[in-house]
């Protein structure tokens, strides 16, 4: 395995990570206007608009983590980058909600390239402790580009919903940095295509459950923050952006320390990634107020940062030098956890007759105490994480 260690190196890979987590959620401040612009559109088709690219990231990531052995990485990268700007700011052309959801669905495939190749990047240049601490700047980098693109929408959607989709332009600077800067690694290089492919480890599906469950809590906060905030009289699209931009402001610092805080947690560091996410939906579900809208914000951030990198290291780990295909099954896992968060959610709030849009924050706090308690037991079975 290779390790390099070379700034530039580093900042090209690291690059591709400003597009990713956040590709969906990235319009989010803008969900209420939309609503209220496009007439006759089902509230359901309108969350879609941050949930559905995760329906095309899904089978693009199964297809990039089958298919792509012994194909440029770096070509990868660079045709999913293309992709997601011209896919991203075609939707400010959109005259209907079917153009639209049309234009995520295109996005959604962006990124089901995107993000298992710059993981995969990482974890064929990176090994030990240097591939948990680039893991960790690769979160950052990440949730760097959610607040980019979750302020800067948000202000853009003051003027006009349909400006909140330019700030996916900034895949064009991404474009020219990952083209200057990434090199192929020699896994690539020396593929070998006649060699029988091998099956990839169920310990590796099993490492990459949680991002599953992560992501079906989670993705409650950026389907619902407008309208929640909205109707507890705590500001409109602006502050939904300045929410979810102050989440992943503080993903973006601790993601930074991910080595650190696991090392010195030890035993306890994955109980506290379910503490905070419990934390953070109790705050949501329980109380209103602008105080504990930033207190959730920041655990949310927390269990972003710490997770995600986490859940990547020990996938490919698991999966002895299958690297895409490992990273392929987080995003999948991801992702699934992204679509279904609000067909779930909508339905048990249907079935249980209530319409309360805190009902769903409520219903992940519940769910989260649970796998709390759970990963406390386990903690004191296990001396590692």
Known sequence: MQSNNKPLLSFGILSLSLLTIMAGAAVSPALADIQNSIKGAQPTLIKMILTLPAVF???TSYCIGKFSGGISKKNL???????YTVSGCWAFFATDIYMLLASRAVLGVAVGIIMPVAA????????????????GYNAAFANFGGILATFSSGLLASINWRYAFLVYAMGIPVFIIAMLFIKEPEQTK????????LKLPLEVYIKA???????????????????????????????????????TGTAMLLGLTVAKVRKKLGRVYVPSIAFSMLICHLLLGFTSSVAAVNLAMIANGYTLSMSIPYIMVKATEAAKGNNVAATSAVTLSIFIGQFFSP???????????????????QLVAAATAFIFIITVFRSFRHSEP
């Not at 995969?120 to 893991?135: C, Q, S, T």
């Not at 949680?210 to 705590?234: D, E, K, Q, R, W």
């Not at 067909?343 to 924050?361: C, E, G, L, S």
């Open 77 to 83: 990268a660079l045709a999913g980058v293309a992709i």
């Open 120 to 135: 995969a990047l990482i974890a064929d240049f990176f090994h030990g402790e240097k591939r948990m601490r680039m893991m």
């Open 343 to 361: 067909i779930v959610m909508d339905t048990i709030a249907k079935a249980a007759d209530v319409h309360r849009v805190n009902f769903n924050f």
């Open 209 to 247: 459950l949680p991002g599953f469950l992560v992501f079906l809590g989670f993705y409650t906060i950026p389907t619902n923050i407008a309208v929640y905030l909205a109707s507890a009289g705590l500001g409109g699209p602006k502050e939904a952006g300045y929410a979810m931009a102050f989440s």
């Open 57 to 59: 990231i899904i089978p």
């Open 190 to 197: 020396n593929f070998d295509k006649k060699a029988p492919r």
